[in-house]
């Protein structure tokens, strides 16, 4: 199978990547390259998963466990925006309950879900390592902290126009 | 107070090698590989008693110690700062803060153990903190304090960051390794223990950032400064971090042995001014102390022992009078089951159970003999799971239900919660 264009225009980050890793550990690109994979292109293609096994020359089906292992990788699309609450312990005991009902009923998005016009996801997640600024709410990755239900709502309006 | 980790002022740039520089940086590892033999710096780790601060309290100089130097074979050293224990995120303020402290620290520790490439496992989300710690490490091998030749010495060393992808159970040391391989991230059986075959079957330290960023100090003032903070049995101090129903969480540096209550102050009390019902005083995983438990308790690792729990991760969740325990378990019970790699079946199973069992008693089903069943499934995994989350499961089950069974009898009995299922405090939220 032949690789997408994301998948050569990285090569290059990909080879520079290989150079500071130590000898013998091409094993260990396995996760980076994913990484990044899905950071240009939102997430991982079947016919990249081929291409990077082929790459790196490890199993095809490394690839494949480790895409279904980890939380933060998908081989599926989201939402152009992204919104991910925690809620775990710290961010329940500041009310992340209720933030993700009020942002629920906002989207119209039950948790996991997509809306049909693909701008948003709503997912929740797991401690962020931020409970000291709880309730954390990621929208696209960026950390917002200190969260109140009225401050994400009037920011999701501002991004139904973007 | 004695601060050894937040020594200075947060400004703008003091995160950068200049600011570091000004404070004395890189002075310690400069001596390290011009006067002292690797030996001689693990003898003074040893010496300092240093316990880990990741979670398990393990004495750092005699972890080093099992790396045979000269044996012909590469050794890794790893940082932990994959920073997954809920109600723990002190990691990141040396990550954002304090990266030089780390890397200083992290490459002392290479010296010492033989290490040419060391890594540090961050958790996937972390952004600013991967930011700080890459251009820190961009700035010291410019400076020619990282790479080949290290200040002219012989001594070579590069700093690898790895970042992870969304899983707890990455934050146990075998499975960061597994994971640092590029697979899934499954802990392994020990024996062998990872000193002796870790990353890619070599001789392998995993650290917590915070007890290798103590090194640094530990090395230039000597062992007995560094014995002289703290208690005769947990040495130093600790990051701590607090959350939860305070009024100022954050992290907090305090000497082993500091008091609860001044701690608590230190925050500014309970929210709204209630009633303190309970603190988990070291990440989720430790066991629940009621609020008239910890009061009068010295947190050092010895003083929690004694009341049945531990400082842990020391990530301090601070829980007010009129918070629901049993909802508080569910959301716990939810995140073991969904972090469980499934590899082992008491903790796939158990973990499952135990999730099924709290939510049938929060839907108003739950019957008087569940809370048996969530106590044997805790028991169950006792020793016989490869990795500690099993366990730390059942100790945060069994540690809630012994503190507050009758707030699960009553659900049990009347079908609804005696707080109204609330884990907020009201007047705030
Ligand atoms: C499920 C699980 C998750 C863990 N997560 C972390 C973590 O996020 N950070 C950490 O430093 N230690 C974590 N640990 C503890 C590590 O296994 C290990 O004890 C520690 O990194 C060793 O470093 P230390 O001796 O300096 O504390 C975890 C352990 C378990 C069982
Ligand atoms: S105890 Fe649980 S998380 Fe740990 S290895 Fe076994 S199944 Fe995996
Ligand atoms: S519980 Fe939400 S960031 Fe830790």
């Given at each position: ?162 | ?186 802990p392994?059986n020990r ?149 469980s790699?499934?590899q082992c079946t008491p903790c796939r199973e158990g973990m ?24 044997r499934i805790s028991a169950a995994n006792d020793g016989t799971t490869i990795c500690g989350l099993g366990d730390a499961a059942g100790y ?34």
């Amino acid at each position: 199978m032949s690789a997408s264009p994301t998948f050569a225009s990285l090569v290059p980050e990909f080879d520079a990547l290989r150079r500071r890793f130590p000898p013998g550990f091409e094993s260990s690109l396995v996760l980076p390259c994913l990484r990044r994979l899905q950071e240009a292109w939102g997430h991982v293609e079947d016919s990249d998963i081929a291409a990077l096994a082929e790459y790196l020359a490890v199993p095809r089906v490394q690839i494949e466990e480790a895409l279904s292992f980890y939380g933060q990788l998908r081989r599926e699309p989201v939402g152009r925006w992204h919104v991910e609450v925690c809620r775990n312990v710290s961010c329940s005991l500041r009310g992340a309950e209720t933030l993700l009902e009020r942002l629920s009923s906002k989207l119209g998005l039950a948790p996991g879900d997509t809306s049909a016009d693909g701008r948003f996801t709503l997912s929740t997640c797991e401690c962020l390592g931020s409970c000291g600024t709880a309730p954390v709410v990621l929208v696209n990755g960026v950390y917002h902290e200190n969260a109140s239900a009225p401050e994400i709502e009037r920011m999701i309006e501002g991004l139904e126009r973007a | 107070m004695t601060k050894l980790i937040m020594t200075f002022p947060v400004t703008e740039t003091s995160h950068t090698l200049a600011s570091y520089r000004s404070r004395g940086g890189y002075a310690t590892l400069e001596r390290v590989v011009r006067e002292m033999r690797p030996e001689d710096v693990t003898r003074e780790v040893t010496a300092a008693g240093v316990q880990g601060r990741g979670g398990a309290a393990f004495p750092a100089g005699r972890k080093w110690s099992v790396i045979k130097l000269n044996d012909g074979q590469p050794h890794y050293l790893c940082a932990n700062a994959d920073e997954g224990e809920p109600g723990t995120f002190k990691d990141r303020w040396i990550l954002e803060n304090a990266p030089h402290l780390l890397l200083e620290s992290m490459l002392i520790a290479a010296y010492a153990l033989q290490v040419r490439h060391a890594f540090v496992y961050m958790r996937g989300e972390f952004d600013l903190p991967y930011r700080r710690l890459a251009s820190a490490i961009d700035e010291a091998t410019a400076a020619g304090l990282m790479g080949e030749r290290i200040l002219g010495s012989a001594f070579d060393c590069d700093v690898l960051i790895y970042r992870g992808a969304g899983s707890y159970v990455c934050g146990e040391a075998s499975a960061l390794l597994t994971s640092i391989e590029g697979k899934r991230g499954y802990p392994r059986n020990r024996p062998p223990r990872l000193t002796v075959r870790g990353l890619y079957q070599r001789p392998t330290v995993v650290n917590n950032v915070e007890t290798l960023s103590n090194i640094t100090g530990i090395v230039r003032d000597g062992a007995a400064a560094f014995r002289a903070v703290g208690t005769a049995d947990s040495p130093g101090t600790r990051l701590v971090s607090v959350s939860g129903h305070v009024n100022r969480p954050g992290v907090h540096e305090i000497d082993l042995g500091y008091a609860f209550e001044r701690l608590l102050d230190d925050c500014g009390g309970v929210l709204d001014g209630r009633a303190l019902k309970a603190v988990i005083p070291g990440g989720i995983s430790s066991k629940v102390l009621t609020g008239d438990e910890i009061m009068p308790l010295a947190l050092d690792h010895e003083s929690l022992a004694a009341a049945g729990s531990s400082l842990g991760s020391g990530g301090m969740i601070v829980i007010a009078e009129g918070t629901c325990m049993v909802r508080l378990l569910q959301v716990m019970l939810r995140f073991y089951h969904h972090e469980s790699c499934g590899q082992c079946t008491p903790c796939r199973e158990g973990m499952g159970w135990l999730h099924r069992i709290i939510d049938r008693i929060v839907a108003g089903e739950g019957r008087p003999e569940d809370i048996d069943r969530l106590y044997r499934i805790s028991a169950a995994n006792d020793g016989t799971t490869i990795c500690g989350l099993g366990d730390a499961a059942g100790y945060a089950t069994s540690g809630i239900l012994n503190k507050f069974r009758p707030e699960f009898e009553y659900w049990i009995e009347h079908k609804r919660s005696r707080f109204d299922g609330n884990l907020v405090c009201r007047a705030s939220s």
